[in-house]
């Protein structure tokens, strides 16, 4: 189940970046599960990783490798992503693993091991099968392709139980240049049934400094990938990577840094939406915006209380516009001298609640009308600030409890 | 669906306090939906509230009454509650309801009004029928009655959805006297399905000044109700009260209030897990023990990150031992600085996790034998303090999905 159409865009190619895939059977024979980024030299890379303190094998050395690139003014030239097991919660060997698989495609590359990047995403607790990794990354090496074909296999061996491939792409006019931004993405939960989540690279051609490309990221997933929720749960491997070959037009004035910000948002926005909309067991996309609060810190955390509510979400699932629900989540939101009598809540076009209680003239038939749809669009006015904040999330089905209770059977 | 043999004790009286019922028709015909509590001259009253900035009409009622009893230096003469309907989100309208109940309940009695505080559990957001209300009071007050028949009533009257009554009864020595405590709750998910959620009534014949009473409920609540998570949603309704008539023995040097306060504890929680095992849905009760914490706030953020994980909580209901969501769940806890390589956890007997990972000679099969059975312990020990603290919850099934999402069908 997966809310919306599918669909994975012809990439452009970005010149100098190259994209391969192997069967290599880590998990299951016969899946694309190896993926090998190539960046061309004069790149800048910038990352952003899990915060979980049980965090994974292949975060900690991407970690060490980018910070070694930057000490050394290079980038990484590869980035290398397993799926079928996530090298997470395997100690010492784990490590040793993440480096080894470095190490081996630095051999085959002619590169220095730590211009290579780890990233793994499946099973938590088990230790990789190193023979049959090692043994594809010759094949992802020889099919390394810079056109759609690369994108496009590179988009679906990065999966795990996604239901569908996630790309995005735009291009934008910068002067009389054209810059592009390919990205793709996969997850299907915040942390998948002993699967682990998030992964998502974006590349563009444009040229821009390492630390102002590191600042685009980090307030493109503030806005994005750290907008969306599926179950609250933040996985031990959630990582997204920026890369910019520099090949193309300068991003080098406020006007032109503008425009790209905000084609970069644009992009990451679609990715991250697109891992909601394949939600383990989700049958809705829904829009939580808060308005009116004091700080964007106070919207997230209203929004993120009532994404979180099962009550909440379960109602969703049931078409049941149970503002009474709403409401008393908002009300245990973590925000101090909370005026409730000011809170205002619509969904849709339907104004739920006013003044403490439900609004005047609110229908159950106009509420459900609006439930009954795909998409839902809530919004929360707390009428005490300029702050605003959007939060994406889905419905709590019984095919998610199904989805993660019955993984294994 | 609940955890564990039903069983509502024998009460013993506690002199002077007396419970009447009525079948008023609030919501359904025919079932106790109307409770009255008759507090004798003399007793101390405390109580705690729900802290949802959208708290319900009676729980402001009941606030103001009992701070206008405090000035006075005198406590409440009668609790009313009623059930089927929360009376909240009802506004003015709400409010007005909610101080005419006590109004009329105080005519009927020859008290004021203001020594008369409401409770109300039900349906959010639909004002109460006033008339089917106020006309089940007379029965109620009919039917006062200080024996074990007026408290299995009670203990009736104030149920929505939960499958059972919930009563707990001990009794303690004081030097040669004996002092009773005795107690009602209800509740079985942090909010109901359009439902208000735990309401708790705990009386006791010793004599304690009301100062100290206050202390006691406050350092009860903490060790019990608010020790408790099915979904995380704290209700707008929420209340628990204590009365002490002062008949019987006094509480007044440091041995009688050791043994009174652990006496007091136990019976809370008691009655705090009886709402776990009551649990919409639940399959499994689940202690969740913290060790090795800096603070008791930490321990308490471990365990409610753990609690409130959906995959954790599927995996219960599966019977699954996943370590993995365990282990990322503790690590995305709000803990500064956590080593996560001195990090244990233990369910039962059996070491899932140590070193960052999963334990040697830790089996699949040792871990499934655990988690096949009905009460399930955990403890995780977080190897950098000496605090510890103890939350108790469920498994997230298909059914509590089911009660939430299609309760209106």
Redesign the interface.
Known sequence: MAVGPASFPDMPAIEGLRLGTARAGIKTAGRRDLVVIEVPQGAAVAGSFT?????AAPVTVAREHLAECTLKGAAPRYLVINTGNAN????ET?LRDARATCAELAGLAGVEPSSVLPFSTG???ETLPMDRLLGGLPEALRSLDQGAAGWTAAGEGILTTDTRPKGASVTVELGDETVTLNGISKGS?M?K??MATMLAFVATDAAIAPGQLEALLREAVDRSFNCITV??????NDACMLIATGRGARVDDEHRLAVFRDALQALMIELAQAIVRDGEGASKFVSLQVDGAMTRQEALDVAFTVA????VK??L??S?A????I???????P?AD?D?ERVVIDLGEVRL?E????APGYTEAAGSEVMAREEIPIRIDLGRGEASATVWTTD???D???I???Y?S
Not at 88 to 91: E, L
Not at 231 to 236: E, F, I, V
Not at 322 to 325: I, S
Not at 355 to 358: Q, Y
């Open positions: 915060r979980n303190a049980f965090c997470a919660g395997t100690g784990g099973v938590i607790g939960g942390i049934p002993n179950d609250g749960d933040t996985s031990t979180h509510s099962p009550l379960t109602a699932a049931a049941d149970n503002w009474g629900r409401l008393a989540a908002v009300g245990r939101a925000v909370f409730v609640v003044g403490g209680g439900r709590l089905t019984r998610y409890v199904a993660n209770a019955d294994r």
